[in-house]
Each structure stands twice: as structure tokens, then as C-alpha cells.
């Protein structure tokens, strides 16, 4: 898919439809038509267009001696979305919405000392074994 990308030349218009179809901002990093700071301008736009109901309201579980915070929408086979840093469970709202309403139950946590969830002193509390365990327990 990358390869096809930077064979197009985009316009603010496609970046945006690309956006909203769900692809992310990684796909929008690699795009050769436009500059750093138009890519970051049409995913700033995308954010603050999306529809305040769209996202889900955060629902909160304890889990390995945090309050994490959670986004789901839907029911049926759970999809689990892990963002990375420094973003939040947000970075999925597009995704959400596709899965849910595809019969999915699409599940976005704020990992460990992101967003609404707790966040750990102690530098050890971030390692893999910590993180693997916030998910297991949610």
C-alpha cells in the first residue's frame, strides 16, 4: 500500500478521505506529495472534525494495581487496538466506529500512564510484563 501512496500525488481533499476511511497517520507519513506540516494540518482538521458522538464515552476497569481507562463500541468479537506513544486510545476513533459498525466489539484502552489511565511512578512499572498484564486483566 505504501509504494501505491507515494505514486499518487495527493491533494489536502484525498489526505482527508484517507483519513476518515481509517488508514491513520502512519499511512499519512509516508505520502510524497505533501509536506510534513500539511500532513500534520489534515490530521489536526480530521481530529477536530470528528463528531463529538462518534467516540465512545471512557469506561474504567482496575487491572494490575491501575484504574485504566477504556473506549468500546459494539458487540460481537472483540478487537483489541493498542495505541503507541506518544498518542491515546483516541488515535482509534475512526476505526472504532468502522468496526462496530461492521458487528465487531471494537475495545481502545489509554495504555499505562497515557490519557485517563493511572500512571506509575516507578520507571519499572512500564515494563512488558506490566503492560502485557493491564491487558490481560481489562
Known amino acids: 500500500m505504501r509504494d501505491k501512496l507515494h505514486r499518487l500525488q495527493w491533494?489536502?481533499?484525498?489526505?482527508m478521505r484517507l483519513i476518515?476511511?481509517?488508514a491513520g497517520a502512519s499511512a499519512l507519513t509516508g505520502l510524497s506529495g505533501l509536506s510534513g506540516c500539511a500532513r500534520m494540518a489534515d490530521w489536526r482538521e480530521a481530529r477536530h472534525n470528528a463528531a463529538p458522538g462518534d467516540f465512545p464515552r471512557a469506561k474504567f476497569?482496575?487491572?494490575?494495581?491501575?484504574?485504566?481507562?477504556?473506549?468500546?463500541?459494539?458487540?460481537?468479537?472483540p478487537v483489541l487496538m493498542l495505541h503507541g506513544f506518544p498518542e491515546l486510545a483516541y488515535s482509534w476513533r475512526y476505526q472504532i466506529r468502522a468496526l462496530s459498525d461492521a458487528g465487531y466489539r471494537a475495545i481502545a484502552p489509554d495504555q499505562r500512564g497515557y490519557g485517563l489511565?493511572?500512571?506509575?511512578?516507578?520507571?519499572?512499572?512500564y515494563d512488558m510484563d506490566h503492560l502485557t498484564g493491564d491487558l490481560v486483566g481489562l
Open 20 to 22: 476518515a476511511a481509517g
Open 117 to 125: 489511565t493511572d500512571r506509575p511512578a516507578a520507571v519499572r512499572d
Open 61 to 77: 476497569v482496575k487491572t494490575n494495581g491501575i484504574r485504566m481507562a477504556y473506549y468500546e463500541r459494539g458487540e460481537g468479537i
Open 11 to 15: 491533494t489536502r481533499r484525498e489526505a
